[in-house]
């Protein structure tokens, strides 16, 4: 197989990087807040909110982005079967860093992520569409607007910088609304990080945002199932 990091090449074209990158405002602050203030969510569950406010991200990346999606899914056919260990290879790795960062933070701080408090939370409300927020919806939002716009965009011209700002703004974006109320929550910013690596990693691999779509639903794949199984121990 021929290897292809140094040669990455991102299929995504200005229009359709103009697309993502302006939907990140939009996504992080501003749909979220209309949905809320319309009349008939006002008594609607988080939950259901939150399926509402990524399928409408999912929809308009799928639309606008089509022939991105289909062009990186030729680009993953060509990588062929060897995607598969990238993504198990990337998981595994994202464990131990895990594993590392949150013994760090326990030496310093021994709460919640508040993120995973609320996901938590919104799990008991209803699992499956919690679920199907993470597990689907929220990977095909997220990679075009990080991996898609800002890592291909900035890896032209510099790799450090394009690693540095897609991982950083993927890890503010879990945290931002929680440390707005409480400072000490940007310490959690340092568990997004690994993630926030390793997915511009394997698209940078690979060639294909799918990939980094397959991990990115195969974390929150696990992480529901081990959410699922907790809540059915309590």
């Known amino acids: 197989m021929p ?8 299929t995504m074209i200005a229009r359709e990087r103009i697309a993502a990158l302006a939907y990140i405002p939009v996504h992080v602050y501003l749909l979220l807040r209309l949905l ?5 969510l006002r008594v609607a569950d988080s939950a259901t909110i939150n399926v509402i406010y990524y399928a409408v991200g999912a929809a308009y990346m799928l639309v606008l982005l089509w022939r991105f999606w289909r062009r990186e899914f030729d680009a993953l056919c060509d990588y062929g079967p060897a995607v598969l260990l990238e993504v198990l290879k990337a998981y595994g790795t994202l464990l131990l860093c895990n594993m590392a960062v949150n013994l760090a933070l326990l030496a310093v701080r021994y709460t919640d992520n508040p993120n995973n408090a609320a996901i938590f939370s919104m799990a008991g409300e209803n699992l499956g569409k919690t679920a199907a927020v993470a597990v689907f919806l929220a990977p095909l939002v997220e990679e075009p607007m990080f991996r898609g716009g800002v890592f291909g965009l900035l890896r032209r011209y510099s790799r450090a910088a394009a690693y540095g700002a897609s991982m950083l703004l993927f890890a503010v974006y879990h ?8 400072a000490t929550a940007w310490l959690y910013v340092l568990q997004y990080l690994p993630a926030g690596f390793l997915l511009a990693r394997v698209y940078e ?9 397959f991990l990115h639903m195969t974390v929150n794949g696990v992480s529901m199932l081990a959410v699922s199984a907790l809540r059915a121990y309590l």
């Open 3 to 10: 290897e292809k990091q140094n040669r990455f090449s991102s």
């Open 205 to 213: 691999k690979t060639d294909s945002i799918w990939t980094g779509v």
């Open 36 to 40: 809320r203030a319309l009349p008939f």
């Open 175 to 182: 945290i931002w609304a929680f440390a707005a109320g409480d």
